[in-house]
């Protein structure tokens, strides 16, 4: 999330940790692991040299030793085996200078293109459901919609636990806003459960067919938007490997075969169900947010599409509190890896 957090100091030491009110999106806001990190900064079981494996044995080192234990380890690589034989993997906790500064060394002055990082694991999907539905790789919405939107559709994230403060945000709309509820399409029973107006418990990997249940639902009682659709929106669909243009109607004939007492038979989520979050989704403004149940899968992709289908066809899309926001677990997974 990218906490902004005050530090408190006594006599040169990190003794104390709060969320900063002025922050413009976590407004305060920390989680506990935050609030425990001046106890794991001086944790006596801190790793503060480094260690390097002498007679089997792990030893402690100095600074100098050890980085040149590690220079010559890489140009031993390197000469004997070529510049292909050594690797880069980083981290969304980089600065995305950092990560240019990486990717110079190892692809400009290396000549590997052996370079990557873990949030490529949680933003694959997501980058790829953004770029072929939007064009861009981004989220287009912003930490703000939360105080917009009335219906939040939780789709494959334990946001209670996996992002506390945005969870936190979500519970103060909530409290203030009469209209406010919460969609949770998700097998697990996670503690987002006790919140949520609505569950979708299905079958695992039959979230897709859901959503398809559900455009299915919003255009079969007409709560789309055709002049928004007519506009603004073109339809695509991928045969043989290969992507072709379609028209709304094939589009329309298409999702035929995903009634929701179909889908009901597939995903083990009742009809009515599906029917009620379709209403609801439809509604608005709804912010739909999503982890790595949507992602980390062989469909994250197409998944991530499907969510953004719903979007467009209502119309909740670059409106306050109406958007298709994609949660990752790193505050630059999409700066570190993808820009750097």
């Known amino acids: 999330t990218g906490c902004g957090v005050l530090l408190g100091v006594s006599k040169g030491q990190f003794v104390a940790l709060r969320g900063d009110p002025d922050h413009p999106t976590t407004k305060g806001l920390v ?13 006596p079981e801190r790793l503060t040299k480094p260690l390097i494996r002498k007679g089997g044995k792990l030893v402690e080192a100095g600074w100098e030793e050890a980085m040149n234990l590690l220079a010559d380890k890489f140009a031993e690589a390197i000469k004997t085996a070529g510049p292909d034989s050594v690797a880069y993997y980083g981290s969304g906790q980089a600065l995305s200078e950092e990560t240019y500064l990486a990717n110079r060394l190892f ?35 912003s930490y703000d919609d939360l105080d917009h939107a009335n219906i939040f559709f939780i789709v494959g994230s334990n946001t209670a636990e996996a992002h506390p403060v945005i969870f936190d945000r979500i519970l103060e709309r909530k409290q ?14 996670t503690p987002v459960r006790r919140v949520a ?16 249940a559900m455009a299915h639902v919003i255009i079969k009682e007409k709560l789309h938007k055709p002049d928004f659709i007519d506009k603004h929106l073109m339809f695509r669909r991928v045969v043989e490997g290969k992507t072709v243009d379609v028209t709304y109607d ?13 889908v009901a038979v597939v995903s083990g989520v009742p009809a009515p169900r599906i029917i009620q979050a379709a209403r609801l989704f ?13 992602n980390q899968r062989i469909t994250g992709v197409w998944a991530n599409n499907l969510v953004h289908n719903l979007h467009l066809i209502t119309g909740q899309i670059g409106k306050p509190g109406a958007t298709s926001f994609s949660l990752t677990g790193q505050p630059n997974a999409c700066g570190g890896v993808r820009d750097g």
Not at 31 to 43: R, T
Not at 282 to 294: D, E, F, H, N, V
């Open 250 to 262: 094939e589009y329309v004939q298409f999702l035929e075969g995903f009634t929701p007492e179909k």
């Open 197 to 212: 107006d609505l569950q979708l418990d299905h079958i695992p990997g039959y979230d897709l067919a859901i959503f398809h």
């Open 176 to 189: 203030t806003g009469k209209d406010v509820q919460i969609i949770l399409v998700d097998p697990r029973k």
């Open 107 to 141: 692809k400009g002055g290396i000549g590997t293109n052996n370079v990557e990082g873990n949030p490529r694991l949680c933003m694959a999907s997501a980058v790829g459901g953004y770029t072929t539905t939007f064009g861009k790789d981004e989220p287009m919405g």
């Open 31 to 43: 989680c506990a692991k935050a609030l425990f990190l001046p106890k794991v900064v001086y944790s």
């Open 282 to 294: 439809a509604k608005g403004p709804t912010m739909s947010l999503w982890c790595m149940g949507l």
